[in-house]
Antibody
Framework: EVQLVESGGGLVQPGGSLRLSCAAS????????MSWVRQAPGKGLEWVSG????????YYADSVKGRFTISRDNSKNTLFLQMNSLRAEDTAVYYC??????????????WGQGTLVTVSS | QSALTQPASVSGSPGQSITISCTGT?????????VSWYQQHPGKAPKLMIY???NRPSGVSNRFSGSKSGNTASLTISGLQAEDEADYYC???????????FGGGTKLTVL
């Protein structure tokens, strides 16, 4: 059974940094692309960033480009999102999601339970 | 770059069928067969219901079906049941640096 467990969320001041982690199990982690998707309180889903199975290709939404960095450690089956220069509008539940292929194109076939990031002074 | 366009809300009575539309452009919905649909109940993570326009993952009821015409994709739910009441989101691959895009979401109410 696929399991994705996010951690690292919390309260951070504007301009601060936070690193999210997503521990994966139940599948061959390195064979699949992964993404981060966020949902602001009471709002819809927004794709944030994606990474290929090998980690060699990364992709970002315009809203986070230059501030967020996605990475993965295939030896530890873990996905990361380093978030810098955080803004109030980054406040959201952050989900990690698995793609069905090694490149991020098709869909998100498994999701974690999410971790809440709150940016506020 | 704006999200895909979905109606804010739809409703139907138990047993009826409803359709949710998802309109994009030739750079996303119309250009690729990578449209997917997600169901989200309050306080829960999204669940994949349809992938690659028309395909249902194992375990998803055959009351859910997907289609596409031009730049508009659709999710149809037949034989509405109370447990279908949820938010539904479409998503598509997009040929730009953004890569993936979601619709704004549709709240389905089962009357």
């Amino acid at each position: 059974e696929v399991q994705l467990v996010e951690s690292g969320g919390g309260l951070v001041q504007p301009g601060g940094s936070l690193r999210l982690s997503c521990a994966a199990s139940g599948f061959t982690f390195s064979s699949y692309a992964m993404s981060w998707v966020r949902q602001a309180p009471g709002k819809g889903l927004e794709w944030v960033s994606g990474i290929s199975g090998s980690g060699g290709s990364t992709y970002y939404a315009d809203s986070v480009k230059g501030r967020f960095t996605i990475s993965r450690d295939n030896s530890k089956n873990t996905l990361f999102l380093q978030m810098n220069s955080l803004r109030a509008e980054d406040t959201a539940v952050y989900y990690c999601a698995k793609d069905p292929f090694s490149t991020p194109m098709s869909s998100f076939d498994s999701w974690g339970q999410g971790t809440l990031v709150t940016v506020s002074s | 770059q704006s999200a895909l366009t979905q109606p804010a809300s739809v409703s139907g009575s138990p047993g009826q069928s409803i359709t949710i539309s998802c309109t994009g452009t030739s750079s996303d919905v119309g250009g690729y067969n990578y449209v997917s649909w997600y169901q989200q109940h309050p306080g829960k993570a999204p669940k994949l219901m349809i992938y690659d326009v028309t395909n249902r993952p194992s375990g998803v009821s055959n009351r859910f079906s997907g289609s596409k015409s031009g730049n508009t994709a659709s999710l149809t739910i037949s034989g509405l049941q109370a447990e279908d009441e949820a938010d539904y989101y479409c998503s598509s691959y997009r040929s730009s640096s953004t890569l993936r895009v979601f619709g704004g979401g549709t709240k389905l109410t089962v009357l």
